[in-house]
């Protein structure tokens, strides 16, 4: 939450599996933790989506997985009352966990991408696109590709060419080794295959730097045991 230099954390889990719901604020300056204790906290404690809405002035969050199962309710975070509030929303994306959600400072909306219903071998992952304008979910019609169903990519929108990058992610049996854009004026993917990439991994830490038109990354995990990375990319895009 640029706003507060805060750093809003929902959810988690451990070794044993979920972690009962919660959630907390760091401050970036003090680095002091604080529980958030007021509203409705969203139950999806593992995997859920989270961007800031500055035309709002909250953070919103989405869906996730725990102990009530997978989730499609939409949630906004008020940093200065410190409480979460469920949207009342019509037409919301279904349920999953691990997608890739980010926000689009031209159009002032919300951007989500992928995810997964279930994971392991088998499971459900998905390609889909939606974005949220402050009211409602929509469902973006799209040509080119789409990218193979993915969760857990990194990811980020490009505000000078008004476009969502994403690169890698996995569907358990298989991490992607592959770099996207969708144009977020025309809804048409785009696969950048003249750029050298990483070795394909899911979970990376990661951030779209636009004063340098490039995807920043560092570690995350690859297939297939899930072994843990400890390396740091730079992908510049370019036009």
């Excluded at 959810?11 to 509203?39: F, H, I, M």
């Excluded at 199962?69 to 008020?78: I, V």
């Excluded at 974005?131 to 929509?138: E, L, M, N």
């Excluded at 003249?194 to 995350?220: I, K, N, Q």
Aim: charged share 20%; glycine share 14%.
């Amino acid at each position: 939450m640029p706003d507060q230099d805060e750093i809003l954390f929902v959810g988690g889990r451990n070794a044993q599996g979920p972690l009962p719901v919660g959630a907390w604020t760091l401050d970036l300056e003090t680095l002091a933790w604080t529980a958030v204790t007021d509203g409705d906290i969203p139950p999806g404690v593992v995997g859920c989506h989270a961007a800031w809405f500055p035309p709002g002035g909250y953070a919103l969050v989405f869906g996730g997985d725990g102990y009530s199962g997978l989730q499609r309710q939409s949630y906004t975070y008020d940093p200065v009352s410190r409480a979460f509030a469920k949207l009342d929303v019509a037409n919301p994306p279904i349920a999953r966990r691990d997608g890739m959600m980010a926000y689009d400072p031209v159009s002032a909306q919300v951007v989500l991408h992928g995810g997964a219903g279930r994971i392991g071998p088998g499971g459900a992952h998905y390609n889909d696109t939606w974005v949220f304008d402050g009211a409602d979910w929509a469902e973006l019609t799209t040509t080119g590709g789409p990218p193979p169903e993915r969760r857990w990519g990194a990811f980020g929108v490009d505000p000078a060419r008004h476009r969502f990058v994403l690169f890698s992610g996995t569907q358990e049996t298989e991490d992607h080794q592959d770099l996207w854009t969708l144009d977020l004026d025309t809804g048409a993917w785009t696969q950048h295959q003249d750029v050298t990439l990483p070795m394909p991994r899911a979970g990376a830490s990661h951030a779209f730097v636009p004063e340098e038109d490039a995807l920043y990354f560092f570690g995350g995990l690859t297939q297939p045991d899930y072994r843990a990375l400890t390396d740091g990319w730079r992908i510049k895009l370019g036009g």
